[in-house]
């Protein structure tokens, strides 16, 4: 069965510093991984996705992440962080198809990102 | 994106009684919508997938009885928590996948707060 963690509560990052929320993955063949964003109270919005092709994979509002096949991470990164970027952070991912589960994904525990002014 | 609309987004009702969450796909049809919960500062928890025009399946320690989903049409999934009860207070999160083709990513509905006095 695959599996995801986020093995940091919370990040702390001053404003205009690069930033990094850390992901690690465990499933069973090639996986599809994700990034999603939680404001209070609201539904969860779409950073980016890695399915297969380059390692670096570019998503909304300046994110990024990079797909490690041998450290089986997926780290998100942000060059300079905003004030905005304050939120509640998940990772997830799912098995590619032809597997039992493929039709599941499955969600980290979520890393709280707070940007300092 | 696609857009993913819940209603309510917020609901409170007595001990005993039941809710109905609807969750609707505006611009894309969804043969498949997936329910789940969240609690405080938790991540998400998968509950069931819901599947066009057949019963959903429900994840292991979710009683089917308790969580109603109906699919009733492409467009269409709905979550009733029947018996209401204050341990059934939760954040709900319903999302789903674009079409029959497997593009990877879910898009979500903004929640639903259920508060069961």
């Known amino acids: 069965a695959q599996s995801v963690a986020q093995p940091e509560d919370q990040v702390n990052v001053a404003e205009g510093n690069p930033l990094t929320v850390k992901c690690t993955y465990s499933v069973s063949g090639n996986p599809y991984l994700f990034w999603y964003v939680q404001y209070p109270n609201r539904g969860l919005q779409f950073l980016l996705k890695y399915i297969t092709g380059d390692n670096l994979v570019k998503g909304s509002y300046g994110f990024e992440a990079e797909f490690n096949k041998s450290q089986t991470s997926f780290h998100l990164k942000k060059p300079s962080a905003l004030v905005s970027d304050s939120a509640l952070y998940f990772c997830a991912v799912r098995e590619p198809p032809g597997y039992s589960s493929a039709s599941k994904i499955i969600f980290g525990s979520g890393t709280r990102l707070s940007i300092r002014p | 994106g696609a857009v993913v609309s819940q209603h309510p987004s917020r609901v409170i009702c007595k001990s005993g009684t039941s809710v109905k969450i609807e969750c609707r796909s505006l611009d894309f049809q969804a043969t498949t919508m997936f329910w789940y919960r969240q609690f405080p500062k938790q991540s998400l928890m998968l509950m069931a997938t819901s599947n066009e025009g057949s019963k959903a399946t429900y994840e292991q320690g979710v009683e089917k009885d308790k969580f109603l989903i109906n699919h009733a049409s492409l467009t269409l999934s709905t979550l009733t928590v029947t018996s209401a009860h204050p341990e059934d207070s939760s954040f709900y999160i319903c999302?789903?996948?674009?079409?029959?083709?497997?593009?990877?990513?879910?898009?979500f509905g903004e929640g639903s707060r259920l508060t069961v006095l």
């Open positions: 999302s789903a996948r674009v079409g029959t083709f497997d593009t990877g990513e879910l898009f």
